[in-house]
T-cell receptor
Framework: GPKVLQIPSHQIIDMGQMVTLNCDPV?????FYWYKQILGQQMEFLVN????????KSKLFKDQFSVERPDGSYFTLKIQPTALEDSAVYFC?????????????FGPGTRLTVL | QQKVQQSPESLSVPEGGMASFNCTSS?????YFWWYRQHSGEGPKALM?????GDKKEGRFTAHLNKASLHVSLHIRDSQPSDSALYFC???????????FGAGTRLKVIA
């Protein structure tokens, strides 16, 4: 089936550094999402993105966070600077359609550890 | 405040048995439901969606939705060891297109 890839699978960085998480969405999908999952807790929505724009973001999507997809390449989540509370698994998702009925396809996640 | 409550936290069933999961939304805007399954080291993968009252059956999986109570359930009959995974309920809202996830139920099917 359609696959979303995420690079890297693990990332360890020092607090205050910048990190970029990369997502390779399903090829014909146009709608993209990031979710955050802290260990032992439920997955929480961060942001969705379409046509070069953030459509909606949650309160977890702090000012230090940004997303982009330059020229149809990776869909990226950048955190600058990182904080200890940013340690989590970040899941990227994409969907072919927009709306409540749209299935979202998830990648395997990137485990970010901020020291 | 969690908008989607999921139960139980964990579940063990014998091979060939029935596994059942429950999910309730506390926000009437979130009434489109998806069930996702996540095996260790992988991302969540959609099992099925349910948007209308009643039952929806796909192979060994049956979902039931009661929109009045915003309660959805998932039943797996003839459970197999390969069904052992984390099961998430996800609710989607009518206005904005994101999922709100439950905390998940960890299923173990014992051979």
């Amino acid at each position: 089936g359609p696959k979303v890839l995420q690079i890297p699978s693990h990332q360890i960085i020092d607090m205050g550094q910048m990190v970029t998480l990369n997502c390779d969405p399903v090829s014909n999908h146009l709608y993209f999402y990031w979710y955050k999952q802290i260990l032992g807790q439920q997955m929480e929505f961060l942001v969705n993105f379409y046509n070069g724009k953030v459509m909606e973001k949650s309160k977890l999507f702090k000012d230090q966070f940004s997303v982009e997809r330059p020229d149809g390449s990776y869909f990226t989540l950048k955190i600058q600077p990182t904080a200890l509370e940013d340690s989590a698994v970040y899941f990227c998702a994409s969907s072919p359609h927009w709306g409540s009925y749209a299935e979202q396809f998830f990648g395997p996640g990137t485990r970010l550890t901020v020291l | 405040q969690q908008k989607v409550q999921q139960s139980p936290e964990s579940l063990s069933v014998p091979e060939g048995g029935m596994a059942s999961f429950n999910c309730t939304s506390s926000d009437r805007n979130f009434q489109y439901f998806w069930w996702y399954r996540q095996h260790s080291g992988e991302g969540p993968k959609a099992l099925m969606s349910i948007f209308s009252d009643g039952d929806k059956k796909e192979g060994r999986f049956t979902a039931h939705l009661n929109k009045a109570s915003l309660h959805v359930s998932l039943h797996i009959r003839d459970s197999q060891p390969s069904d052992s995974a984390l099961y998430f309920c996800a609710a989607s809202d009518t206005g904005n297109y994101k999922y709100v996830f439950g905390a998940g139920t960890r299923l173990k099917v014992i051979a």
